[in-house]
């Protein structure tokens, strides 16, 4: 079979002699009455070709073509109209589509533009293997309306040279969003060098950056690139930019206004052209009052914002992702691919992820390799991710006690002693991630803890 191509079509006769001629000619064919039908279809499988009407019963096929083209790019859409006219088909193809066929169709160039389709999407199939020789396997997974929208900033801010802002928890997967920016992106072919402005210390930020000549410092035995002259026509991405220290923030938001800068122990300017796409786990508007981050810095790269939320907040991409990594895993160990049963998959629905996506990748990874059986059920899931489970649900079942009570000042007291400690428990215990979450100090949170004497009940 030469490749899976849909049709959408309000007219029942022409889906028929369509898909007969299409299979005729070895594709695999799958056809559509409804918009939105083939909309809620497309979110599971994508096929390669889509040959879309634009006159449709149940919804405006440009907005299909929209769609369709702003969260699966990668798709070739040749657009067939009966109404068709110049304005038209100029309208589809800066929306996107490959080809404009007006009705009633010639059957031969049906056939020779749904090839030439075909011929450009292996293409990109091999444009986009060769990438991956390179980054590896880049992709955003999920159905949920905020992986749904993210997939569709992406494609927008990408041909642009736009400064991107990506929001959101550890482990929600900001690298993949900034990596498939740059993938998509005009600079796809140069570099994307990566930075964790967390990981380094502060002492060696600078020079990690901008780089150093020979003699600049004791132990700059030889020149060295910084990360932004390495980056150069490419993209830079700093990781955890909250992290970097105000001297190292001056210095950048030079470099942003003024495309150039001088390596440590040199006044030669270095000019270069570098975009710019940061990541932060931090409110950076907190830190600002703060006073820990600078304000027209935050002005300056938070020109495009991208927010992802917790992997608790999208709870319907959990199935998704875990299918993903059962299949990597099982490829990984050379096994056959496990399956996970209902009563394990609700567990892992209910379950609140503290570390999001990186922290399920990581749960999957040791299920695979412990569990002995080909199916997974909640029996076989590790004891202490079942013992959170068990707490989380004994926490829900549990009657409000401060309801019962007539005094007020009590009342508060029993419902702040239970918010924190339910709170606490989500985290694992991690002071820092309940403090932040709840929008409190650390410290004032370990003084309310030993106020309402939480260790030991966390304990138990």
Same mark, same amino acid.
């Given at each position: 079979?030469?490749g ?45 070709? =889509? ?27 040749i ?43 292996? #293409? ?12 590896g ?36 997967g900001?690298?993949?969003?900034a990596? #498939? ?18 990981a ?8 990690? =950056? ?33 992290d ?21 122990g ?41 927010y992802i ?30 399956i ?20 399920l ?31 989380k ?60 004497? =939480? ?6």
């Amino acid at each position: 079979m030469k490749g899976e191509i849909w049709i959408l079509d309000d007219e029942k006769g022409i889906l028929e002699v369509l898909e007969d001629i299409l299979k005729d000619e070895n594709f695999q064919v799958k056809s559509f009455l409804w918009g939105k039908e083939l909309l809620k279809e497309i979110n599971l499988k994508q096929p390669k070709v =889509l040959l879309l009407d634009l006159w449709l019963k149940d919804i405006d096929g440009f907005e299909v073509l929209e769609k369709v083209k702003s969260t699966y790019p990668e798709v070739q859409i040749i657009v067939i109209s009966g109404h068709g006219n110049i304005e038209t088909a100029v309208k589809a193809i800066k929306m996107g589509a490959f080809d404009f066929l007006e009705k009633p169709l010639s059957y031969e160039r049906v056939i020779v533009t749904v090839e030439n389709a075909f011929k450009i999407a292996l #293409l990109e199939e091999e444009n986009k293997r060769l990438r991956e020789n390179i980054f590896g396997e880049v992709k955003l997974s999920g159905i949920s309306p905020a992986i749904q929208k993210i997939r569709e900033l992406i494609v927008k801010v990408a041909p642009t040279d736009t400064t991107v802002l990506i929001q959101g928890e550890s482990g929600v997967g900001k690298e993949v969003v900034a990596k #498939l920016i740059h993938l998509y992106s005009k600079r796809a072919k140069e570099a994307f060098v990566e930075i964790n402005c967390a990981a380094i210390p502060e002492t060696l930020i600078e020079s990690e =950056l901008f780089g150093y000549e020979k003699g600049a410092f004791t132990g700059a035995q030889t020149y060295k690139k910084g990360k932004l002259e390495i980056a150069h026509k490419g993209t830079l991405f700093l990781d955890e930019i909250g992290d970097l220290s105000p001297e190292a923030q001056a210095k950048l938001l030079r470099v942003l206004q003024e495309k150039k800068f001088e390596r440590l122990g040199s006044n030669k300017p270095v000019e270069i052209n570098v975009r710019i796409i940061s990541a932060t786990n931090k409110d950076l508007e907190k830190e600002i009052k703060k006073g820990k981050f600078r304000e027209d810095l935050f002005f300056r790269i938070n020109v495009f914002p991208i927010y992802i939320p917790p992997l608790r907040e999208r709870k319907e991409d959990i199935p998704i992702l875990v299918e993903e990594f059962l299949e990597e895993f099982s490829y990984k160990i050379g096994s056959e691919k496990k399956i996970i049963k209902k009563d394990a998959m609700e567990a892992l629905i209910e379950y609140s992820w503290p570390g999001n996506v990186r922290e399920l990748k990581n749960f999957i990874e040791r299920l695979v390799i412990m569990s002995s059986s080909h199916e997974i059920s909640y029996n076989d899931l590790p004891g202490d991710f079942k013992n959170a489970i068990k707490q989380k649900r004994g926490i829900q079942e549990s009657s409000d006690p401060w309801f019962k009570e007539k005094n007020y000042k009590t009342a508060k007291l029993l419902f702040e002693k239970e918010f924190l400690k339910r709170k606490l428990l989500e985290h694992k215990g991690n002071v820092s991630q309940t403090a932040r979450e709840i929008g409190l100090e650390r410290a004032y949170l370990q003084k309310k803890i030993k106020e309402l004497d =939480l260790k030991k009940e966390l304990k138990d």
